[in-house]
Each structure stands twice: as structure tokens, then as C-alpha cells.
């Protein structure tokens, strides 16, 4: 059983379908909204998927604990999907034929999330999709999208910028497949202009375990790895074979957690990027996190989960403040003043490319399989 199997366990089935929306009636509890959550299980993106969904359905439960948005229940849908294009299309047309659903919120990963725009531009459905995963910096977002988390570009700058205060002149870059590498190579290519970085650049070929044990001596000393979670285990359990020691700065996608679990870096330290504070952080969000994942899930935190409750926290901040009936036409409507907004002191501001997040942090996992930070 992997991973993501038994995650399911502890998630349990998805949500049933909820009849169209009504107004409550007299004497009767007010009719339910449903909020539907896309999440990719295919092999490359469900490291990220289970843990974002952990933290999205601890938020919508205690959410409903406190009674819901504007004292309706929140039915929280859960749709799986493979991240291809037609079964993100499927999910997208179910969501069209429920009426009761008045948002997506917390699509996960960033290949799923980036269809799921693609989806709603091209089928031109008026319903938000609020604080996915889309770490991909390219992708334009229409009126219907409103992403809160920084995106790959911004986590490459922020982890470049720390590189070059150290005095780092040189760094290594692995892609771990032909997809990172057209997607990010002009990103990491640019940030390093301009903060006066020197790059190597590698390509897997399919075998990032035989590329991490025959790194030359001549390669930087700090490598810069773009790719998930399974790629960056096969990579540095290469790296592990060297006398060399590096150092690995991986993005937002890569779980730390999740990288001893596999038996990832058992001598290479490990550093992440997160677009969202440090799960020990003070932060009231943060503090909130912690305290209902320990009340309902038996689950470590983690910096994804952190994300998916973040997502929601969102979405409930922003639709509890419609006036009147929450439908999926005032929800859109709201989303799409963009207004800046802080959630627990995770603050949430939007730029003229209609992102509304830049905030990245760093964990390490050390040589001794501890998460610092």
C-alpha cells in the first residue's frame, strides 16, 4: 500500500453529491453550499494532493464546527483526478451541473491547477477557483482564478537571493524531467542574471539516480533541484554515493516529511522553499493550524497541509462577507474584487498579474532526518 493509499484511509471517501441550493425554509436548517476540491493522485503530483487535502478538509470541518459560512454547512466535495486533461474536464463539467456548488477551492497540484484554468477559460464557466497550487509562473490567470500562494518565480528568487548572501557564486541546477525544464529554465536563467549567479545546468535523461552518483568534481557544491518529491529522493540518494558532500535547495512541491519516509538524503542536507510560513511559526493562521490537525487528524504538520488550510481559510474569510445569499455568482463576484486581505496574519495582496501571494519561507531537513525551520 503507498503512500497516498493510506492517506485515503484517514481522508476517507469523497463527499456525495448535494442537491441545488435553496433558501432554508422555515423551521428547517438552512440548505447546505458545496465548496469542490480538484486533487491530481497521479504518481508525479500526490505527494502534494494528500497532504493539501488534509489540511483543506481539517479547515471545512472546523469550519462547520463553528457553523459554517453565514450559518450554512459547508459540504466539502473532494474530486479526484489523474492530472490529465480530460479527467480534469469530467470534474470541471460535474462542478457545472451542481448548483449547490458555489466555489473550488485548493486545487492540487500545480498540473491539475493549471488545466483546471485552462478548463474554465475554454468551457468559459463564471464559477471562482480559489487558492489552487499553481506554482507554474507562466500561466495567465483570467477573473475566474485568484492564486494566494507564491509561485515557482518567486520561490526561485527568494532561494537564489539567500545563496547569494552566503557568497555563492556558482550553482548547480538539476531539472528533474523535460517538463521542469521548459517551464522554469528562463525563470532560473533570469534570477540568476540578475543576482550575478554562475549556472550549471542538468538533465536528467529519464535517471536522476545515475546523474546525483556521477556528479563530476567540478559541479557546485549547492545544487538547485526542480522537480517533486520522488525525483528529488532518487536524486539525492545518488548524491549519497559520492564522498563529495552538496547541498540541495528544493521549491514548494517537495515534502521533507516525506523524503525520510522514502529514505531520501540520508547525507545530503535538504533545503525547501514553502510559500507559507514554517509550520512551528507563532503566526495566529499557523497556531490555528496546529491546534485543529491534532484535534482531527492524527497527521504531523507539514508545510503543504498548512497551504490546503490556508486555501480555505481563505474562502471562508471571503464568503462569509457577501451580503445576502452566498451563490456562485456572489462568490465570483467577491473573489473577484481581489481585496487585500490578512488571514491570521498570512497576508494575502494582489499584483497587477492578479497573484496574490509572495511570501516564501525555508525548512532543511538535516543530515540526521530532523526538520528545522
Not at 137 to 162: N, Y
Not at 175 to 185: G, I, L, N
Request: proline share 4%; charged share 20%.
Amino acid at each position: 500500500m503507498n503512500l497516498f493509499t493510506r492517506r485515503q484511509a484517514v481522508l476517507g471517501t469523497a463527499s456525495a453529491f448535494i442537491g441545488a441550493s435553496a433558501l432554508a425554509q422555515p423551521g428547517k436548517p438552512a440548505t447546505p453550499v458545496t465548496i469542490a476540491q480538484i486533487f491530481d493522485t497521479s504518481a508525479a503530483q500526490q505527494d502534494v494532493s494528500k497532504d493539501f487535502l488534509v489540511g483543506s478538509r481539517a479547515a471545512w470541518q472546523d469550519i462547520n464546527a463553528r457553523g459554517g459560512i453565514r450559518g450554512r454547512q459547508v459540504q466539502h466535495r473532494n474530486m479526484e483526478v489523474d492530472g490529465t486533461r480530460n479527467s480534469v474536464r469530467v470534474a470541471i463539467e460535474s462542478i457545472k451541473a451542481d448548483a449547490s456548488c458555489v466555489a473550488l477551492c485548493g486545487t492540487a497540484g500545480d498540473i491539475a491547477a493549471t488545466r483546471v484554468v485552462e478548463t474554465l477559460r475554454s468551457e468559459q464557466l463564471a464559477v471562482a477557483h480559489v487558492a489552487p497550487w499553481l506554482q507554474n509562473s507562466s500561466t495567465d490567470v483570467d477573473d475566474r482564478t485568484f492564486p494566494i500562494f507564491a509561485a515557482r518565480q518567486e520561490q526561485v528568487a527568494h532561494a537564489l537571493k539567500s545563496l547569494s548572501v552566503m557568497s555563492i557564486t556558482e550553482l548547480g541546477v538539476v531539472y528533474a524531467s523535460e517538463v521542469e525544464f521548459v517551464s522554469m529554465q528562463e525563470d532560473v536563467a533570469r534570477v540568476a542574471a540578475e543576482l550575478k549567479l554562475k549556472l550549471q545546468t542538468f538533465r536528467s535523461g529519464g535517471d536522476l539516480q545515475r546523474l546525483g552518483s556521477n556528479l563530476g568534481p567540478s559541479t557546485p557544491a549547492v545544487v538547485l533541484f526542480v522537480g517533486g518529491t520522488p525525483e528529488l529522493v532518487q536524486f539525492t540518494q545518488g548524491l549519497d554515493r559520492q564522498a563529495r558532500q552538496r547541498y540541495v535547495v528544493a521549491l514548494a512541491d517537495v515534502n521533507l516529511q516525506t523524503m525520510v519516509q522514502m529514505g531520501g538524503a540520508r547525507n545530503t542536507p535538504v533545503i525547501a522553499t514553502q510559500a507559507v510560513p514554517v509550520v512551528s511559526a507563532s503566526m495566529p493562521i499557523v497556531r490555528m493550524y496546529r491546534d485543529v490537525l491534532g484535534r482531527l487528524f492524527d497527521e504531523p504538520p507539514t508545510a503543504l497541509s498548512l497551504a490546503g488550510f490556508i486555501a480555505a481559510r481563505y474562502a471562508y474569510e471571503v464568503l462569509s462577507d457577501i451580503d445576502g445569499l452566498v451563490t456562485r455568482h456572489s462568490a465570483l463576484a467577491a473573489f473577484q474584487r481581489r481585496a487585500t486581505l490578512d488571514v491570521g496574519g498570512y497576508r494575502v495582496a494582489y499584483d497587477p498579474r492578479r497573484r496574490g501571494g509572495t511570501y516564501v519561507t525555508q525548512s532543511m531537513l538535516t543530515q540526521d532526518g530532523r526538520v528545522i525551520g
